[in-house]
């Protein structure tokens, strides 16, 4: 069964007034964790609720997981309650990174049944189509339902140690180039890729607005660069966010994906220096 994927502004805007619709703004910057809030204080398209990925789509941090775990189901089903999502709400969801970083809420809330689209070149996609905004805060009308979370995407670590030797799928790196190569490591104590991983940035899936690539053009650039591998693809990156990017794109494109280890390099990077404090223990 096809994925729902894309939404573009004008379609949006058609279905602004929608009864079962929630919106969800996802900005997020790495670097200011206060920022996101902030922008989408100054200003969001009418009716969007904002939902903080550090915070209600990620876990917290601890010493054996990356950056972004994923929240415990029952959090996360206490959130989208909060956010009035439920199986029967249609939901759309942008950032300001061509969805970088809403595809994670997009890959987190359609494996589990929900109808959600991401916005195809985010909020400047809306402002310069010259659609309306607001500012300030709106608050949702809590769901009648809580919904049951289960993560049956998710590859855990244990998969992918017990993958190096039993090669069962083929990992994806979205990361920059030059991060999988180890040659400009900013964010993580350790440099490199995990072992067998190919490397495909999640911004080649954009073009120069902004905007995802054609289908067709997508569907090109990914057969061409997994024409040789058979194993089914799991894709990751530096802490589980933007590898959903390759998900989605790959979706768009009419091609299956779903499989993200969300601990991704971060995670990874912790595992080797936790082998070196042991050889040298």
Same mark, same amino acid.
């Given at each position: ?14 279905? =602004?007034?929608?009864? !079962?619709? &929630?919106?969800?703004d ?6 200011? $964790?206060?920022?996101g /809030? ?12 904002f ?12 010493e ?33 990174m061509?969805?970088a970083?809403?595809?994670?809420a ?47 995407? =998710?590859?855990?670590? !244990?998969? &992918? ?9 083929? $990992?994806?790196?979205? /990361? ?8 400009n ?34 569907l090109?650039?990914?057969t ?15 802490s ?17 994906a ?24």
């Amino acid at each position: 069964m096809a994925l729902p994927t894309l939404i573009s502004a004008a379609q949006l805007h058609e279905i =602004l007034e929608q009864n !079962d619709l &929630v919106i969800l703004d996802s900005r997020f910057y790495l670097t200011d $964790l206060q920022k996101g /809030r902030q922008q989408y204080e100054l200003g969001h398209i009418p009716g969007a609720l904002f939902v903080d990925l550090h915070h209600q789509l990620a876990g917290d941090e601890t010493e054996q997981t990356g950056r972004h775990p994923l929240p415990e189901p029952s959090e996360l089903a206490d959130t989208l309650m909060n956010l009035g999502i439920d199986s029967q709400t249609q939901v759309v969801v942008y950032d300001d990174m061509g969805g970088a970083m809403a595809a994670r809420a997009w890959w987190m809330l359609v494996q589990q049944g929900i109808e959600v689209f991401v916005l195809d070149g985010g909020f400047p996609a809306w402002q310069r189509a010259g659609y309306a905004i607001e500012a300030g805060c709106n608050q949702a009308t809590v769901a009648e339902q809580r919904l049951t979370i289960s993560y049956p995407w =998710l590859v855990s670590e !244990d998969d &992918v140690v017990a993958n190096l030797e039993a090669e069962r799928f083929q $990992l994806l790196d979205a /990361r920059a180039a030059d991060r999988f190569q180890g040659e400009n490591e900013t964010m993580d104590p350790v440099a490199g890729h995990i072992p067998g991983a190919v490397n495909r940035p999640f911004m080649q899936n954009l073009n120069e607005h902004g905007l995802m690539k054609a289908p067709a053009l997508l569907l090109e650039e990914w057969t061409s660069l997994l024409q040789d591998i058979e194993k089914p693809i799991v894709y990751y990156c530096g802490s589980g966010v933007t590898a959903c990017h390759n998900v989605l794109a790959m979706n768009y494109a009419g091609l299956e994906a779903k499989h993200v280890y969300v601990g991704s390099w971060s995670q990874w990077a912790k595992r080797i220096l936790r082998k070196i404090d042991e050889a040298n223990a």
